[in-house]
């Protein structure tokens, strides 16, 4: 059996109309030599059945790695489903962001030994997030401004991330102010340089706690590239409901930590030191 050149690391929580829109956009990827993996940190059996549903209607497969829902577990769920990935190259995103059909391509084509990927996303407003059609996934509209636009999108800056080709796109990826870092919603790198820094930190909660693991793959020399002009997925509409203040000081403070002492590999990743 060819194993995929790459594994789609999705996670996601109780937003199964979401999610199915980002499944279809799976489908229609130029590139097909992939696998996606679900990271439910504890959804409903309604994200189940759209799991189920799409498993025997998409031309990739598909693997479902829930635990119960116990609060927030993200990081716990995604080192769960980085031991189910039979790639070598790991690509991280949200069941609320769908790719453009460029996606995955172009996460295999700029990825280096030694480096992971930063990439981007355009964040939609609900109306326009609510009305995206399967149709509207698959003719690729919903990644056109002169679509968005004509449903109510205000022209911005920001646009761009949906029309920069060529020399335009590796210039505004070289001068953007925004710094390559460890994003979740799309990020990607070498399955072996995760698990050299022991995947993620399991004690991080809501808020920044993708960060970390990124910042200990600095620690072992890993670099970053930015992207955020060349991967496109837009991401659609949620409230950020998990947002308190005492997360945010404890994600802080363990990445205070991991910088300060140069950390590379966390003892409460996917191996448990005692």
């Not at 069941?95 to 939609?124: A, M, N």
């Amino acid at each position: 059996m060819k194993l995929p050149e790459i594994t789609v690391i999705i996670s996601t929580y109780n937003q199964p109309e979401w999610l199915e829109k980002v499944l279809v956009g799976y489908n229609y990827q130029s590139c097909k030599n992939f696998e996606v993996i679900i990271a439910d940190d504890g959804s409903t059996d309604e994200t189940k059945a759209v799991v189920q549903a799409f498993s025997n209607i998409v031309d990739y497969p598909i693997k479902h790695v829930w635990h119960e829902d116990q609060g927030f577990r993200k990081t716990i769920i995604l080192n769960k489903a980085i031991m189910h990935s039979a790639a070598n190259y790991l690509l991280f995103t949200d069941g609320d962001c769908i790719p453009r059909q460029d996606f995955v391509e172009t996460h295999i084509r700029l990825r280096k030994i030694g480096w992971f990927l930063s990439g981007g996303y355009f964040k939609l407003p609900e109306s326009i997030s609510k009305l995206i059609s399967k149709e509207d996934i698959e003719n690729q509209n919903c990644f056109k401004a002169g679509w968005l636009q004509s449903k109510g999108m205000k022209s911005s800056f920001k646009l761009n991330k949906l029309t920069a080709k060529g020399t335009k796109e590796h210039v505004l990826n070289f001068i953007t102010p925004t710094k390559a870092t460890w994003d979740g919603m799309n990020v990607s790198g070498w399955k072996e340089n995760v698990l050299a820094v022991n995947g993620f930190d399991e004690r991080m909660q809501y808020g920044g706690e993708d960060r970390e693991i990124g910042e200990r793959l600095f620690n072992i020399g890993v670099r970053a590239r930015q992207i955020r002009y060349s991967a496109i997925c837009v991401h659609l509409y949620h409230e950020r409901g998990y947002v308190e203040p005492e997360m945010i000081i404890k994600n802080n403070a363990i990445r205070k930590v991991t910088k300060r002492d140069k950390i590379t590999r966390t003892p409460y990743g996917i191996e448990k030191e005692s």
